[in-house]
């Protein structure tokens, strides 16, 4: 980072918006008024003077023409001032009808710039356009302001320091959030070009179309392009089936499903996992994630590095009470109640969790226990088909049947309708022989009442909850206790988002014992990475090898003795600093 970057960066807030509201303070002030204004005064000081010189036959400075003009425009001029000759009396009759008009206009506007410039809740649309207009370029232009693009917008804005811009269609109080800490806001329709050109789309550099309607996603992404050839385009879409058909035809970079990525999240956590983050790589995913170990869990008793080796996955971390170590000794046994978190293939993932053993008799038994799926909206109805397709027995509820209710009954999901905070519902569906439910409905108070029946009539069942705010989501997560996971789908997908923004899809940003950690891939090239020991990079501090890939053949853990290729490639984790200095050490020579 240079040097000027660095400053940049220690600046104070009050000071950055300080600079941002004067400059656009000097493209709202009317300049153009005001020169005619000055200009008009001039010119009629100058004829008043000449005239007075000719007519009165008395010489007068510029600066009490100057004067007497403005006097005469604010009706300030008396008769024992006016001139003895008759034919001045035309300035003291014309100059106000003209200037006064000007002036009025002129003072209005100026009161009504600096009003809004001290007032910042006085700020309406014309000032985030001129804001727009006057400050921003090369921007990323957010479109759609509910969950997922305040949570992009927020990440965008205060990790990254990006510029950004957001279109919304209506106001609301995460945008006026956003507007408050700095952000320009347009308020109209997406799909209209006028709002599209207020929020300098023909300038942006990337485009984040995140409206909660596939439709009206889609008709923006076509304007978007239509108006702004080169910028990349980051689609959100329901129906990530079609998502290839989607690129080729609108010319998207990128398609994400909001519900897709939280679903997987939501489905582990129902069995028993907790993924930090997803990674594709080769058509595969791979995890990071949080593994407890419960009293039965099969791999009690065994060390760190046996189960590295027969279960395919890299150990990450190893915590045991208040103590996380990162990189632990591969000697160290597992104990009851140990946290791992592991790098691996989701179907490795589910070996490793105390009910990929314990349970699976019971899973393939004639009589299986039910996870209860809450909310049949496009996130439940992805939780329970993925459940479904981890051989669990899933019962589905919902208020009302939906369009995507008859989707889940072909896969032999059964279905019950009615008001699923009501314990008779819950109890129907069999929420007292559960394992876990799911509570996924768009409503976090109703996610809320179903988890509190729900361990009411089952104070064994697992949770997981669906619940946008953070702060609550922690102290809910205390008041419920163990055997609780709550999430925002919205949290869960925004770093897609956030990457896809950057061009950085090969990484992700996670947290590590409370330390920001970089998932990245690394593809190793003619530099000085070029025959290096895994085993060496292992070492250095603050990084991390997960998985070695060579020739499609991908090895999880990464053996330690393997020199690196060209051509390889490597998937870390690091400090976003260490990752940096790895990517210049492995820039090809003459780069």
């Known amino acids: 980072m240079g040097l000027f970057k660095k400053i940049r960066k220690i600046r104070p807030r009050w000071w950055v918006n300080l600079n941002r509201d004067i400059r656009v303070f000097a493209h709202l002030f009317p300049w153009v008024m005001t020169t005619i204004m000055v200009g008009e005064t001039i010119m009629a000081s100058y ?20 004067f007497a003009i403005i006097n005469m425009t604010f009706f300030q001029l008396t008769f024992a001032d006016m001139p003895s000759d008759s034919r ?38 014309e000032w985030q356009e001129t804001l727009v207009r006057s400050i921003v370029d090369n921007h990323i232009l957010i479109c759609g302001l509910g969950r997922i693009g305040y949570r992009v917008t927020k990440t965008l804005s205060e990790t990254y320091d990006k510029p950004l811009v957001g279109i919304n269609d209506v106001q609301s109080s995460l945008v006026n959030e956003l507007i408050v800490a700095g952000l320009p806001v347009i308020l109209g329709n997406t799909e209209n070009e006028e709002t599209l050109k207020k929020a300098g789309v023909e300038r942006a550099e990337v485009v984040v179309v995140c409206t909660n309607a596939d439709w009206t996603n889609l008709g923006t992404a076509v304007l978007v392009r239509k108006l702004n050839p080169k910028a990349r385009i980051i689609l959100r879409l329901f129906e990530d089936d079609v998502m290839d058909e989607i690129k080729d035809h609108f010319k998207v970079d990128e398609v994400i499903s909001r519900s897709a990525v939280a679903a997987t999240t939501f489905a582990y956590a129902a069995i028993g996992g907790e993924i930090v983050e997803t990674f594709k790589l080769a058509q595969r995913d791979y995890v990071l994630a949080h593994v407890p170990l419960g009293p039965s869990s099969p791999v009690l008793g065994r060390t760190i590095g046996d189960v590295a080796d027969e279960q395919d996955v890299t150990i990450v971390c190893h915590s045991r009470g208040q103590t996380l170590t990162v990189e632990p000794d591969p000697n160290t046994k597992l104990a009851c109640y140990d946290t791992l978190f592991v790098f691996t293939t989701i179907q490795e993932m589910i070996e490793l969790i105390e009910y990929g053993i314990e349970h699976h008799m019971i899973l393939t038994s004639h009589h299986r226990q039910p996870i209860l799926v809450c909310g049949l909206g496009h996130t439940g109805y992805r939780v329970a088909t993925n459940l479904v397709n981890l051989g669990c027995h899933v019962i589905a509820l919902d208020f009302e049947t939906g369009r995507l209710a008859p989707r889940l009954s072909e896969r032999g999901i059964v279905l019950k309708f009615g008001d699923m905070r009501w314990q008779s519902i819950l109890t129907e569906a069999g929420v007292t022989e559960a394992m876990a439910i799911a509570a996924c409905s768009d409503d976090d108070l109703t996610n809320l009442q179903i988890a509190l029946r729900a361990r009411a009539l089952n104070p064994n069942i697992r949770v997981a909850m669906r619940i946008f705010d953070d702060q609550l989501n922690e102290q809910l997560c205390q008041t419920f206790g163990p055997n609780t996971v709550i999430y925002s789908t919205s949290a869960l997908a925004a770093p897609n988002f956030v990457s896809a923004a950057l061009n950085r899809m090969n990484m992700r940003i996670v947290d590590i014992g409370g330390k920001r950690q970089a998932i990245a891939r690394v593809y190793i090239q003619r530099a000085t990475l070029q025959d290096v020991p895994i085993a060496k990079l292992q070492q250095e501090e603050d990084l991390t090898i997960l998985l070695h890939a060579r020739n499609g053949e991908v090895t999880i853990p ?29 820039q090809p020579h003459g780069n």
């Open 47 to 66: 004829l008043f003077r000449l005239a007075h010189h000719l007519w009165q036959g008395e010489p007068i400075s510029p600066i009490k023409a100057f």
């Open 88 to 125: 001045l009396d035309i300035f003291p009759i014309l100059v106000p009808l003209v200037g006064l008009p000007l002036f009025s206009i002129f003072g209005l506007k100026v009161i009504n710039v600096i009003r809004i410039f001290f007032m910042r809740d006085e700020r309406g649309q």
């Open 558 to 586: 990464p053996p330690m003795e393997t020199h690196l290729q060209v051509g390889d490639e490597i998937i870390v984790m690091a400090t976003e600093e260490k990752l940096d200095s790895l990517n210049q050490r492995n």
